[in-house]
């Protein structure tokens, strides 16, 4: 298959270089595209690189044809609508390490120019003043930084600061203490951290969470005089409150890279102040981080194009390639388990549980349950599901979801369960299991114990366990010249209920199920294809 890649900003010559290389991989280049304009040009794509200028957005994603990756030279995905992404079965990819020395360096390079007013004092002495008085600074020596976010570049500046003999404190929900004690940093709680920093530097990911995490709030219960650094996402800061503490002096001095609106508008109050230094988002800008990212990036593409390996993806269920092709046996197992239950549902599904059991396959249990999501949905919806829109379309279609392992059930090594609960309040189970690591099989639906390899034209029936029952059947199949292939039977007792899986060389026409469900012993006859 021949890959098209539209690029929309500056990629490397180096990562040019690597898709000019791929035999398999044509490219374009068309920068500067308005969302409008990207969704007229996406038709025909399978990858789109992008950096922070282009916007992904929901029309983008609804307009792209045969788009399956999109992927972020650099850290934030703020650009692209993940969520959309995600419901169309498209790959979202970032670059998380390719800048991570550029922007702690220039972190730091903020930091400095703070503390000695290194813009200022420059622009005063080109224009012929000498004013040395002016622009005395503040030492780092024995202050406290405060840290929000101790992800890769965070934990590279607490690194650097730690070089100026700083004390270093951080807010990061996510941090464990052996990775604290490991960086020599001090957690603390955000209102802790912002009443004892007298720096305090942005290094989190935008969420809903961090949004605005610098606030009129949080201004308020910062010490006084403090200086604040953001080199991370500018929707971080909520500008009015920065601004307002600029103004009152409980804030001393700013210095920011990143902006709410970029580029940064030319009337912005933050562009008239003295004690305010900006630079339009340059902290990635270095030439080996540009040459990092590029390559980086074009590397995880053609990979996730090839399903080489999945690294980087921020909307994928897993991102090592190895458990697609390892676990194989397993998702086509779940996936046909998924079917089974939509197929033999008599009302729309709305809660699906999934237990597994066994060391094979008890650390890919959510794998294995966007597998048995997708065998649901591609039958409910009928459109091409994948492992990456799965979930996002069985929430959308009021399906929930749960997980367990170490469940208690049949002894078999390894053991896929799945019950659902139908609208009807009906519910189902099924479990199912690999032979020798290879052979499907169904074992267990509703404490029926069974034998049924999940192939092809399968009736499933519910009948009393009678005498004769198998020979009607039988007779009425070969009337109709339908061939028996296999014939699995489970009872819980003599005489009671038993349930039957037929499988049969070919569909089975519905005036052969309605002839079949005039048999005196019948209760229900399904038609199932696996």
Sequence with gaps: MNFKILITDDVSAQGLAQLDAATDVTYDVVKGLSPAELAQHIKGY??????????????????????????????????IDVSAASEHGVIVMNTPGANTIATAEHTMALLLSLVRNLPQAYVQLKAGQWDRKRFTGTQLYHKTIGIIGMGRIGARVAQRCRGFSMKVITYDPYLSDEVAADLKVTPVTLDELLAQSDFITLHAALTDSTKKIINAEAVAKMKDGVCIINAARGALIDDEALIAGLESGKIAAAALDVFTTEP??????????????????LAASTVEAQRDVGTQIVVQMLDALHEVDFRNAINMPFSDASILHGMQPYLNLAQK??????????SPIEHVE????????????????VGILKGILELVLHRTVNYINAPHLAQRHGISVSQTTGLHGPDYPNLLTCRVKLKNGARR??????????????VQIDGWRVDVRPEGHILVTKSHDRPGFIGQVGTMLGAYNINIATWRTGRNEPGGLAISFISVDHEVPAEVINAIRKIDLMETVQTVKL
């Design 429 to 442: 189970t099924i479990m199912a299991t690999l032979f020798n690591d290879e052979e499907p099989r169904i």
């Design 264 to 281: 940064l508008p030319a009337d912005s109050p933050l562009l008239k102040m003295d004690n305010v230094v900006v630079t339009p988002h």
């Design 354 to 369: 999934v237990e597994i059991k066994g060391e094979e396959i008890e650390d890919h249990i959510k794998p294995i349950t």
């Design 46 to 79: 399978h990858g789109l690189i992008v950096r922070s200028s282009a916007k992904v957005t929901a029309e983008v994603l609804q307009a792209a044809d045969v788009l399956k990756v999109v992927g972020r030279a650099g850290v934030g995905v703020d650009n």
């Design 337 to 346: 388990l998924g079917s089974l239950q939509a197929q033999l549902a008599e």
